[in-house]
């Protein structure tokens, strides 16, 4: 059995079908493709930049991130605090 072989058209479009959101399984039946091939091709011509990222950069994008959290958690403990102490009865109360 020889092997068919598809334009680069073609194959872009269904790269562009697949990254608009279709299943690369979807977009394989429905152009009478194997889903391997489909697949094949998006890691070929794929414009969307994976998920994934670069490992370092979501490391130091993480690290960044669990500081604010730490930040943020830190305010949010000391307005808890000031609001106990505020709201205790007999506390003199500046005007």
């Keep these: 059995m020889s ?29 009478g493709v194997p889903a391997s091939q489909v697949y094949a091709w998006c890691r070929k011509y794929r414009t969307v930049p994976s998920t994934h ?14 500081k604010e959290l730490a930040l943020a958690r830190m305010e949010l403990d000391i307005l808890k605090k000031a609001v106990t102490i505020f709201s205790q009865p007999g506390v003199p109360r500046s005007r």
């Design 3 to 31: 092997q068919q072989k598809y334009d680069e058209p073609f194959r872009r479009s269904a790269v562009q079908l697949v990254e608009s959101g279709q299943s690369g399984a979807q977009v394989a039946r429905d152009l």
């Design 53 to 66: 990222g670069n490992a370092s950069e979501n490391q130091s994008e993480v690290a960044k991130l669990r």
